[in-house]
């Protein structure tokens, strides 16, 4: 019979690791949320009793498979897909797929397993999963990119369904990927179901989707600022990154009176001391979504400097948001932050920060928001999409991002009840605590399964 206290950080991260060899962004998502779990699991030893966190953090399970397709010249090609059912305690598996050369199951399962808090923390019926494949679409046509998402979905298309698995897309995969996967779907099973999220708006889309996750964003850190009696207004902004999630936390914040003076990509980033205005953005939105190419080439058109290779962390800044990838900001890049008297971050990607830069930003006592709390705005509108799916209705796009707000707010809310603590908000705390507790009870609930 196990004990109540037998349960520690460094016996359950040991017995991780040893069952999950090599996975290092796995076990640095585990290793986040375990420091905070389990002082609060010996508090509560029901949850040690039926190893609750020994079962959430073993999918439910993980398909692997093959994916062929021919490119434009016609010479065939092999890679490999994947989709990771981490957990639906309460909800159908719901997550994004990620197109990108670096994607194993080690990235996978951190997505995933950061899913399952993410989403209960909207408080909609979400369980977790995500997938992708380590297909890169740079430099593709789009007649390549159609066959790989056609062979792609012929085989995810037997695990996904509207009350089993939802995905949506991530890195790589935008609504052109999605349009693509969506349709195959369609064509192979003779069906029209809500079985993806991010779909176009001519066919079960949702209204503020594509923004949901950078809008949700800039929500988040409006509220962390006004926790604190402070506001956007005239706040210089640094974010990386310049898809999905950069682009609308960039317009927002233009909206909301702030200055964004950077944004990147892979290849480096700009910097644009007048900020960037809402002209210049559609510039970029235009240049990445349809051109698809270097943020270099803007830098050209509006000759700004471009830092090739480099991460815009070291520009002084009021704010910061990493929107790009995990561990892109490091223990350096976060002193270079606190020397510059940087008030706040809000991460827009996931795991953007590596461990030790979020304790150096706690030491510091500035404001830090996980993404799991922060960047829950886009699967939060996902969630809203099956729902209207579901009652095949349209909501307005004011009906949404007023939804849209209040998940935010009530994110924000309980991060603060759950990560107060002598004066400063520990936000990593809150939304690890407040997102398990709802997986944790509905796992208990069910028994041992
Ligand atoms: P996109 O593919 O639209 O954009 C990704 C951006 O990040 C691009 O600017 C890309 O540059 C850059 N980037 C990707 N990999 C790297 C890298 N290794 N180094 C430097 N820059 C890189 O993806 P999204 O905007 O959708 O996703 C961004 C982040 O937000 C991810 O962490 C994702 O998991 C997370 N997220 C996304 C949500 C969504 O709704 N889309 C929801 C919640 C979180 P380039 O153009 O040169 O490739
Ligand atoms: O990381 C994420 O939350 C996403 N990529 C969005 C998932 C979704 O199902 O909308």
Redesign the pocket.
């Known amino acids: 019979m196990p004990k109540p206290n037998d349960l520690t950080l460094e016996h359950f991260m040991a017995g991780l690791k040893r069952r999950n060899p090599g996975e290092t962004e796995f076990h640095q998502a585990v290793e986040e949320v375990a420091t905070y779990l389990i002082p609060y699991i010996q508090k509560f030893p029901k949850y040690n009793t039926a190893r609750i966190l020994e079962r959430l953090t073993e999918p439910d399970r993980i398909i692997i498979f093959r994916v062929c397709w021919e490119d434009d010249e016609g010479s065939v090609h092999v890679n490999r897909g994947y989709r990771v059912q981490f957990n639906n305690a309460i909800g159908p598996y719901k997550g994004?797929l990620?197109f990108?050369h670096?994607v194993n199951l080690s990235i996978l399962k951190f997505?995933g397993f950061e899913q399952i808090l993410k989403n209960s923390l909207t408080t909609l019926p979400l369980g977790a999963g995500k997938g992708g494949a380590d297909f890169n679409p740079?430099g593709k046509s789009d007649t390549e990119v159609m066959r790989f998402c056609q062979a792609f979905m012929i085989e995810l298309s037997k695990h996904i369904g509207e009350n089993i698995d939802v995905p949506?897309?991530?890195?790589?995969v935008?609504e052109r990927e999605i349009s693509y996967l969506f349709g195959q779907y369609k064509r192979l099973k003779n069906e029209f179901t809500g079985i993806m999220t991010g779909k176009g708006l001519e066919f079960g889309g949702s209204k503020i989707r594509k923004e949901?996750?950078g809008f949700g964003c800039v929500y988040f850190m409006q509220e962390m600022l006004k926790h604190h009696s402070d506001d956007l207004t005239g706040k210089s902004c640094v974010i990386?990154?310049?898809?999905?999630?950069?682009q609308y936390a960039a317009l927002k914040l233009i909206q909301l009176g702030a200055k964004v003076i950077t944004m990147?990509?892979?290849?480096g980033f700009v910097h644009d001391p007048d900020g960037i205005n809402e002209e210049k953005l559609n510039n970029i939105i235009e240049l990445?979504t349809v051109k698809r190419q270097?943020l270099s080439e803007y830098a050209k058109k509006y000759k700004l400097k471009f830092h090739e290779g480099k991460k815009p962390w070291a520009v002084p800044c009021h704010l910061a948001f990493p929107?790009?990838?995990?561990n892109?900001l490091d223990e350096n890049d976060a002193k270079e932050l606190l020397k510059n008297r940087c008030l706040g971050i809000a991460e827009?990607?996931?795991m953007?920060t590596t461990i030790e830069a979020v304790k150096a930003f706690q030491k510091a006592k500035i404001l830090f928001s996980p993404?799991k709390a922060s960047?829950a705005g886009?699967?939060a509108v996902s969630g809203l999409e099956m729902t209207q799916n579901s009652i095949r209705l349209s909501w307005s796009d004011k009906e949404l991002e007023d939804r849209l707000r209040v998940i935010m707010t009530n994110i924000h809310e309980e991060c603060v009840a759950h990560g107060w603590e002598d004066g400063y908000v520990d936000y990593v705390k809150g939304a690890n605590i407040a997102g398990f507790s709802k997986v944790a009870d509905a796992m208990l609930a069910y028994g041992v399964i």
Do not use: F, M, Y
């Open positions: 994004g990620r990108h670096s997505l740079k949506a897309g991530d890195i790589g935008g949901a996750t990386s990154g310049s898809g999905n999630v950069a990147s990509d892979s290849t990445k270097s929107c790009a990838t995990q892109e827009g990607a996931n953007p993404g960047n886009g699967v």
